[in-house]
C-alpha cells in the first residue's frame, strides 16, 4: 500500500536486523483532521498516541531507535526539498507554518500551547542571527555539519557541560567592581568595549568554535550587539528595559543569584523542547509535509 512517509534504519553492528516503520497516508489525513478540530497541544498527545497504538508498523517487531542528535532531527525538519541542506527561508516556512497552526486555535485555558506559541515567537525573531551564526561558511545554507553545532549547544546546557562556567566567567568580566551584581553603567560599558567584546568571543569560541577563530566570532558578537541596540552600542533606555526580565526584585540590579535562577530555568526549558523535538522530529516533518501539499 502507499505511504506518506516512512523511515528505514540499520544498527551499526555486523550482522543486526534492520527494521523500519511506515505511516499510511489514510493514517495521516485522520491525523491531520484532527490536529485542525482539536486543541493545539493535542498535537503532541495525538502523535504519543498514535505511537502507541499501533499507528507505527515496525517490522519484526524491532523497538523505535533512540531519538537522533538534535542537529540531526532539526535538519530532518527544516530541510524542506531534501536538497540536504537548510536555507533560512526554509527555516522561517517552517516556524510560520508551526505558529499558524497555534495561532489558529484558541488557546486561553491551555498553558502548555500558550507556552509553545511564546517559544515559537522567540525562536522566530531569533532565526535569522542564530542563522548566520551557525553558517560558518558564509554560503547561506546550514549544513548537517554545521547543525551539528545545535546538538553541541545542548550537550553544554547538561551537567559540567560547561555554558554554566562560561555564564559566570562572563558576568564576571561585565562586574567591573566585583560586587556579584550588575549596573545599568557596567552593562553599558561591557557593551563599548572592545577588550571584553573579545574575551567574550574567545571564551565562546573555546566552549562552541563555531567559526574558524575568536576574531570572527567577535565580529558576530558586535554585529549581534548593533542590531538590538541600533547603530552603536545599546543605549541606557535599552539596557534599563533589556534588565527588567531578569531583574526579580526590581532593584535595577542584575546579581548573580538571578542570573543563575534564569539560567538553570532556561536550560531545563531548552532541554525539555529538544527531547520533544528530537523524538517527534519524524511525524512532525510527515505532518508538516502532508499540510503543504494539502493533505
Known amino acids: 500500500s502507499s505511504h506518506l512517509y516512512s523511515s528505514r534504519s540499520r544498527s551499526g553492528r555486523q550482522g543486526a536486523p534492520s527494521h523500519s516503520w511506515t505511516i499510511s497516508i489514510e493514517t495521516a489525513r485522520t491525523l491531520t483532521t484532527m490536529l485542525k478540530r482539536r486543541p493545539v497541544s493535542s498535537l503532541f498527545a495525538l502523535l504519543i498516541t498514535a505511537s502507541a497504538s499501533g499507528v507505527l508498523s515496525q517490522q519484526q517487531q524491532q523497538p523505535l531507535q533512540p531519538s537522533q542528535p538534535l542537529g540531526d532531527a532539526l535538519h530532518l525538519v527544516f530541510d524542506m526539498n531534501k536538497d540536504q541542506k537548510v536555507i533560512i527561508e526554509e527555516v522561517i516556512s517552517q516556524l510560520t507554518m508551526l505558529n499558524d497552526i497555534f495561532t489558529s486555535q484558541d ?6 500551547a500558550q507556552e509553545y506559541s511564546r517559544m515559537l515567537l522567540g525562536a522566530r525573531a531569533a532565526s535569522r542571527s542564530m542563522f548566520d551564526l551557525l553558517d560558518s561558511n558564509g554560503d547561506k545554507a546550514l549544513s548537517k555539519k554545521e547543525l551539528e553545532y545545535t546538538t553541541k549547544f545542548e550537550d553544554t546546557l547538561k551537567k559540567d557541560g560547561g555554558m554554566r562556567d562560561l555564564l559566570r566567567d562572563v558576568f564576571g568580566l561585565i562586574d567591573g567592581n566585583g560586587d556579584d551584581q550588575l549596573s545599568v553603567d557596567e552593562l553599558l560599558e561591557a557593551s563599548q568595549s572592545d577588550d571584553v567584546i573579545a574575551k567574550v568571543a574567545v571564551r565562546f569560541h573555546e566552549l562552541l568554535p563555531v567559526r574558524q577563530n575568536a576574531e570572527e566570532l567577535e565580529g558576530f558578537v558586535r554585529s549581534t550587539i548593533e542590531s538590538i541596540g541600533g547603530k552603536g552600542a545599546l543605549d541606557r533606555e535599552r539596557v534599563v528595559e533589556g534588565m527588567k526580565w531578569i531583574d526579580d526584585d526590581g532593584d535595577g540590579q542584575i546579581h ?3 542570573v543563575a535562577k534564569y539560567y538553570k530555568f532556561a536550560g531545563k526549558k531548552f532541554l525539555d523542547v529538544s527531547k520533544t523535538i528530537k523524538q517527534m522530529a519524524p511525524m512532525m516533518m510527515m505532518f508538516m509535509g502532508g ?4 493533505g
Open 107 to 112: 488557546t486561553s485555558g491551555d498553558p502548555q
Open 256 to 258: 548573580r543569584k538571578e
Open 291 to 294: 499540510m503543504q501539499g494539502g
